[in-house]
């Protein structure tokens, strides 16, 4: 059984910083494509950032510049590091994961198997 935890996310006035976490537990960390996603209230789940096998990046237009994506193979992790915090990226933040080839990360969450609990960011103006 995988599961996804997810950890770091908190309270930050905008235009801070914050890094949320996602450990994966029971499976090949390696084999998996990663990506965080988000949800507003009201709104859809939203595409934030992806990282393939290979470690290739993928950011969404509205984080483009102020998010990235990393994964640490040798701990199982893969991280959203957040600056230049604005209030519309206040969401609970999924993290997400399926197998698939080496170089490839898609942005519809139903391509993903895995999703953690999610944690909430919160950006105060």
């Known amino acids: 059984q995988v599961q996804l935890v997810e950890s770091g996310g908190g309270l930050v006035q905008a235009g801070g910083s914050l890094r949320v976490s996602c450990a994966v537990f029971?499976?090949?960390?390696?084999?998996?494509?990663m990506a965080w996603f988000r949800q507003a209230p009201g709104k859809e789940r939203e595409f934030a950032a992806g990282?393939?096998?290979?470690?290739?990046?993928h950011h969404g237009d509205s984080v483009k510049g102020r998010f990235t994506i990393s994964r640490d193979n040798a701990k199982n992790t893969v991280y959203l590091q957040m600056n230049n915090l604005k209030v519309e990226d206040t969401a609970i933040y999924y993290c997400?994961?399926?197998?698939?080839?080496?170089?490839?990360?898609?942005?519809?969450?139903?391509?993903?198997?895995?999703w953690g609990q999610g944690t909430q960011v919160t950006v105060s103006s």
């Open positions: 997400a994961a399926y197998k698939t080839l080496p170089s490839i990360i898609s942005t519809n969450p139903h391509a993903y198997d895995y």
């Open positions: 029971g499976g090949t960390f390696s084999m998996y494509a």
């Open positions: 990282i393939t096998r290979n470690g290739d990046t």
